[in-house]
T-cell receptor, first 112, second 114 residues
Framework: NAGVTQTPKFQVLKTGQSMTLQCAQDMNHNSMYWYRQDPGMGLRLIYY???????DKGEVPNGYNVSRLNKREFSLRLESAAPSQTSVYFC???????????FGQGTRLTVV | QQQVKQSPQSLIVQKGGISIINCAYENTAFDYFPWYQQFPGKGPALLIA?????SEKKEGRFTISFNKSAKQFSLHIMDSQPGDSATYFC?????????????FGTGTQLKVEL
């Protein structure tokens, strides 16, 4: 049982490049999330999808877009990467309501 | 605006001692308060969680104390062990009926020394 799988694990981008972070969960969860983690700031919610077919902005959505491809997959896209988007990105999933959120291993992104 | 304030930023405890991490929140709509543990290179993992209808919850060596009137909650780790060395995050979320939108504290790096 893999849980939440993120790809890639590491990525270096040049300013202005685009990329998509992939996330898949095999726990049949309805809700999925993207967080970013920066030193001294904890984890901040970028976007979430309460259920298949819906997405909504979190605390720090600027510069990002998301796609809930199906119940299992939730991708995060950076259209034009900026150095301020250098961070560790975590995908998570949970059942509806306030069930436990399960996190992936993270993607460490550096924008130069 | 930091809706969940966490302290201390770092903590060093001797093996067998008690580790205490504190959090305070502002949003009265929050009604679910989990603590997450994160090891280097890994994603956070749920440690223990509490809802405001109880003032304390204990699971093994880990206890959450909750003070609704003060809008504060804390994590106590009894008999701290070197394997507890990790970063701990408090978090909070409101009941929305659609997902668990967590607001995290800034984290506490715990080191348990022999």
């Amino acid at each position: 049982n893999a849980g939440v799988t993120q790809t890639p694990k590491f990525q270096v981008l040049k300013t202005g490049q685009s990329m998509t972070l992939q996330c898949a969960q095999d726990m049949n969860h309805n809700s999925m999330y993207w967080y970013r983690q920066d030193p001294g700031m904890g984890l901040r919610l970028i976007y979430y999808s309460a259920s298949e077919g819906t997405t909504d902005k979190g605390e720090v959505p600027n510069g990002y877009n998301v796609s809930r491809l199906n119940k299992r997959e939730f991708s995060l896209r950076l259209e034009s990467a900026a150095p301020s988007q250098t961070s560790v990105y975590f995908c998570a999933s949970s059942d509806l309501g306030q069930g436990e959120a399960f996190f992936g291993q993270g993607t460490r992104l550096t924008v130069v | 605006q930091q809706q969940v304030k966490q302290s201390p930023q770092s903590l060093i405890v001797q093996k067998g001692g008690i580790s205490i991490i504190n959090c305070a929140y502002e949003n009265t709509a929050f009604d679910y308060f989990p603590w997450y543990q994160q090891f280097p290179g890994k994603g956070p993992a749920l440690l223990i969680a509490i809802r405001p209808d109880v003032s304390e919850k204990k699971e093994g060596r880990f206890t959450i104390s909750f003070n609704k009137s003060a809008k504060q909650f804390s994590l106590h780790i009894m008999d701290s062990q070197p394997g507890d060395s990790a970063t701990y995050f408090c978090a909070a979320s409101p009941f929305t009926g659609g997902g668990n939108k967590l607001t995290f504290g800034t984290g506490t790096q715990l080191k348990v020394e022999l």
